[in-house]
Structure formats: structure tokens, C-alpha cells
């Protein structure tokens, strides 16, 4: 997996009741054309007529999920190495919510017990670093299982891979900016590394939204306090693109996460450190420029940023 050159970039909570991903453009990329990925939702990509008018002009839909198709069809043994590989991603993945479970829980039960600070901090510390531990264990192995994958395969080499990698980059050219939607974020994520978006994304400027922002984090962390299937825990799910970094974009925080718990937003806060854990609800933001990340500079809420001690905080500029 490459490691990308920070550029511009901005990451923005979901579009459906607050539309900035223009606003942004206008001001991070005025009058550049734009590059389209919505390969996140899957089978509707091409239904991008409302995406298409508020960006106006023609933006040109890079077809990543139709293009993956292809690919699968015209390479057979590529499409079935990589659904064992799936395979494999996902037997990892429940191994890793069995031990995920049970460390969490422990690590909670201790910080609920009642306080004996120099009994008890210590054997916190050690439930916290076990959590963490198994976080990196997990996504160490997930990137070693693509690792073999792509060692074995050569994807970027293989001939239905490379056409459309080159017809990529033909619809790029002239393009200043790339406009990254949500959707499924495992499906999207799988589509950026196939044709290798990374690398081609040279100098433009970067906007995504809900799961797009998820995706191009270094970590890829699924979350939801309260999920319909029983006690929810987050899960660090995969190594991301790692475009953006340092940060863990939390598309929409507010119905997902219970951030009203001063417990529960510290634990995620600290769990995920020292990456800064932002709330991307409806419009919300943030910006890197020079490598430096900010809250958009006109939003309707600005940014916030969960905290070690619990808090949820707005993000001064």
C-alpha cells in the first residue's frame, strides 16, 4: 500500500440533510473540474443526477464499482482469489470481535469499580493497552492477508486491471479535484486500492463525505453504541487508504455514538489515540492545508472532537 503525500484535503459528515461538499469545492478548487467516486453505493452508482447538480458543471464519475465489475468478469482468477481473501478478512474479523468483546468489558468493569487511584489506575492503564494491542494486532494481520493477496496476485500488472487504471487516469487528466461519496465503506475502500487511487490522486484536492472520509483515514473504525443485534463496541475494521491522517472520522456521531456519556466518549477518545476522534454530523468538517487540520472555514456547526476527559468539544480555528 503506498503512502500518500498529504495534500488538500477536506473531510465532511453526510450529505443528505446539509449539502457543503460545493461550498467547499468553490473555495478549496474554484472553477477546477471534478472527479466523481461513488463507488460506495454499490450497484446505484451511476444514480448521481443530484450529486452531478450540486457540483455543477459535468463532474466525471470515475465508475470505480462499474469498473471493478469488469474486472471481475474479464479475470476470473483475480475475482476468486480475492473473494477468498474476503473470506479470510472476515473469519479474521470475528476472532477478532470474540477477544474484542471480552477486553472491552473488562477494561469498563475497572473503570466503573470505585476508586482506589493507586490500586487501580495501574491495572486500567493495562486494560486499555490490551484493547489497543489487540487493535493493532488485528489490523496488522488484516494488512498482512493483503499483502499476500496482492504479492500473489499482482493486481496493478494484470491486464483487465491495468486498462481500466489507465482509462482512469485519462478521465483525471485536467481534473483538480476528487469528490469522494459514502456509502457501503468496505466495498468503497476495496475499489480505491484495486486501481490504486492513491497514487494518482497527485496534487488535487480531496473532498469526502461520511463513509468516504472513513475510508481514507489510516484506520477504518466501525462504531455504534447502540446497535440493533445487542452492546455495541467499535471496531477497528481494516488498515484505510491513509490519505488522511492523524484523525478518526465519526460520520454521523451523533446518533451513533453516545456522546452524552462522559465514560464511554473518553474510553473511545483514549482507545484511539493519539488520532484526533472528530464528529462529522450533517454539516460538519475539517480541513488539512499544509498539513495542518482545521474546521471548515464556513460550516454550520464547525467541528468537535471527543476528548480524554469525556468532553465533546468544538474545535477552535
Do not use: C
Not at 227 to 240: D, I, K, R, S, T
Not at 242 to 267: C, E, K, N, W
Amino acid at each position: 500500500m503506498s503512502n500518500p503525500r498529504p495534500g488538500v484535503l477536506a473531510l465532511l459528515g453526510p450529505q443528505r440533510t446539509r449539502r457543503t461538499v460545493r461550498e467547499v469545492l468553490d473555495r478549496l478548487a474554484p472553477g477546477t473540474p471534478v472527479a466523481t467516486v461513488t463507488a460506495g453505493w454499490q450497484e446505484r452508482e451511476g444514480e448521481d443526477t443530484e450529486l452531478n447538480a450540486h457540483l455543477g458543471g459535468q463532474p466525471r464519475n470515475l465508475a470505480l464499482y462499474r469498473r471493478a465489475e469488469r474486472v471481475w468478469r474479464d479475470d476470473p482468477e483475480l475475482r476468486q482469489a480475492h473473494h477468498a481473501f474476503q473470506s479470510k478478512l472476515r473469519l479474521l474479523r470475528e476472532t477478532y470481535n470474540v477477544r474484542l468483546a471480552h477486553a472491552i468489558d473488562a477494561w469498563a468493569a475497572l473503570e466503573r469499580m470505585p476508586d482506589e487511584p493507586d490500586v487501580l489506575d495501574p491495572e486500567r492503564l493495562s486494560a486499555l493497552e490490551a484493547v489497543r494491542d489487540l487493535d493493532a494486532s488485528h489490523l496488522r494481520r488484516a494488512a498482512g492477508l493483503r499483502a499476500q493477496f496482492e504479492d500473489a496476485l499482482q493486481p496493478p500488472a494484470r491486464p483487465a486491471v491495468r486498462r481500466e487504471r489507465e482509462e482512469i487516469t485519462r478521465e483525471l487528466d485536467g481534473a483538480g479535484a476528487i469528490a469522494i461519496a459514502g456509502g457501503h465503506v468496505a466495498v468503497l475502500l476495496n475499489r480505491l486500492l484495486l486501481f490504486g487511487l492513491a497514487d494518482l490522486v497527485g496534487g488535487r484536492v480531496i473532498v469526502a463525505w461520511a463513509a468516504g472520509a472513513m475510508a481514507l483515514a489510516e484506520r477504518v473504525v466501525l462504531f455504534h453504541d447502540s446497535p440493533p443485534q445487542g452492546p455495541g463496541h467499535a471496531e477497528a475494521l481494516v488498515p484505510g487508504l491513509g490519505v488522511a491522517r492523524d484523525v478518526i472520522p465519526l460520520p454521523h456521531a451523533g446518533t451513533r455514538l453516545r456522546l452524552d456519556d462522559q465514560a464511554r466518549v473518553s474510553r473511545f477518545a483514549r482507545r484511539f489515540g493519539p488520532a484526533a476522534s472528530i464528529a462529522l454530523d450533517p454539516g460538519e468538517g475539517i480541513e488539512r492545508t499544509n498539513g495542518t487540520w482545521t474546521p471548515l472555514a464556513d460550516p454550520v456547526r464547525g467541528a468537535r472532537r471527543l476528548d480524554a476527559d469525556g468532553r465533546v468539544e468544538a474545535i477552535a480555528r
